[in-house]
T-cell receptor, first 113, second 116 residues
Framework: EAGVTQFPSHSVIEKGQTVTLRCDPI?????LYWYRRVMGKEIKFLLH????????ESGMPNNRFLAERTGGTYSTLKVQPAELEDSGVYFC???????????FGSGTRLTVV | QQQVKQSPQSLIVQKGGISIINCAYE??????FPWYQQFPGKGPALLIA?????SEKKEGRFTISFNKSAKQFSLHIMDSQPGDSATYFC???????????????FGQGTILTVHP
C-alpha cells in the first residue's frame, strides 16, 4: 500500500510569494488532515477534510491559507502571500473511517525568507 | 493554551535502559491517546495508542500507562536501543462523533537519544 505522499519536500520562497503544497492520501482514505509544526513547537492542526468537504478548518491561521480537495482525492494547501511566520513543516495525514490511526506524509519544509 | 503538555523536552538514555516520557492533558473529553515516533526527514508514525477504559497497554518494548483521574499518560520504552533514537509525540483526540473527531492535539515532543 502506497503511503501518504507530499510534495515538494522542501520549498524556499520569498516573503509575499505564493506557494502550493500538495498531498496525495492513501487510496480509500476519506479523512485528510493538514498539520503544521513551527520552530520545534508542537504539531498543530490546520484542517480536516472528509472526502471533498471541509469538516473542520478551525486551525487555519488566517485567510492567506486556502485548502482544497477537489474530487475527494488529493489536496492542496496554498499560502498567498507567504509571510515569515509561515515557515515550518507542513504535514498531511490520512485516515480510513474505520480506523483511529493516522498515516502521516513526510512533510513539506517551507522556508519563507 | 496548550492542552497537552509533554515532558521532558529531551532525554538521554543508555542502551538497555528505560525511557519514560510523560504527558498531561486538560480536556476531559479526550478519548483517544496515541504516541507517535518521528525519525529525521520522516513524518510521525503511530507507535501505540490507548483509550481511557484501560490503565495500561503494552506492545513489545513499548508500554502506555494511563491515569484518568490525574489526566496523565506516559510512554515507557523498555530495553532502549540506539534505533529508538527519535522524536516522540504524545497526542489526544476527542470522542467519536462531532466535527472534531480525529483532530489530534499534540504535545511539544521529546527528543530521545539512546547511547550505545
Amino acid at each position: 500500500e502506497a503511503g501518504v505522499t507530499q510534495f515538494p519536500s522542501h520549498s524556499v520562497i520569498e516573503k509575499g510569494q505564493t506557494v502550493t503544497l500538495r498531498c496525495d492520501p492513501i487510496s480509500g482514505h476519506d479523512n485528510l488532515y493538514w498539520y503544521r509544526r513551527v520552530m520545534g513547537k508542537e504539531i498543530k492542526f490546520l484542517l480536516h477534510f472528509v472526502k471533498e468537504s471541509k469538516q473542520d478548518e478551525s486551525g487555519m491561521p488566517n485567510n492567506r491559507f486556502l485548502a482544497e480537495r477537489t474530487g475527494g482525492t488529493y489536496s492542496t494547501l496554498k499560502v498567498q502571500p507567504a509571510e515569515l511566520e509561515d515557515s515550518g513543516v507542513y504535514f498531511c495525514a490520512s485516515r480510513h473511517w474505520t480506523s483511529d490511526g493516522y498515516t502521516f506524509g513526510s512533510g513539506t519544509r517551507l522556508t519563507v525568507v | 493554551q496548550q492542552q497537552v503538555k509533554q515532558s521532558p523536552q529531551s532525554l538521554i538514555v543508555q542502551k538497555g535502559g528505560i525511557s519514560i516520557i510523560n504527558c498531561a492533558y486538560e480536556n476531559t473529553a479526550f478519548d483517544y491517546f496515541p504516541w507517535y515516533q518521528q525519525f529525521p526527514g520522516k513524518g510521525p508514525a503511530l507507535l501505540i495508542a490507548i483509550r481511557p477504559d484501560v490503565s495500561e497497554k503494552k506492545e513489545g518494548r513499548f508500554t502506555i500507562s494511563f491515569n484518568k483521574s490525574a489526566k496523565q499518560f506516559s510512554l515507557h520504552i523498555m530495553d532502549s536501543q540506539p534505533g529508538d533514537s527519535a522524536t516522540y509525540f504524545c497526542a489526544a483526540s476527542l470522542d467519536a462523533g462531532g466535527t472534531s473527531y480525529g483532530k489530534l492535539t499534540f504535545g511539544q515532543g521529546t527528543i530521545l537519544t539512546v547511547h550505545p
